[in-house]
């Protein structure tokens, strides 16, 4: 999967990232090397879902994409 992903130079210094595509996921970091990490780590949290916080009935399905 490709995201892109909007960087921003902080006015306190360091970066600030959001990533369009996923509403309200963003981060921030005092070199680009911690953004870009913390970035893996908030895309992926926003991505993760709890299944079993959704009512599932026997009917359904789960399905895993790779995009």
Do not use: R
Not at 2 to 23: D, F, M, N, R, T
Request: with cysteine; net charge negative; hydrophobic share 40%.
């Amino acid at each position: 999967m490709k995201l892109k992903v909007i960087v921003h130079e902080a006015e306190e210094g360091g970066y600030w990232a959001e990533v369009p595509a996923i509403l309200g996921c963003a981060t921030q970091g005092d070199t680009y090397e911690e953004l870009l990490n913390n970035l893996h780590e908030a895309i992926e949290a926003c991505l993760t879902t709890d299944l079993k916080e959704i009512e599932i009935t026997g009917k359904d399905k789960i399905l895993e994409l790779a995009v």
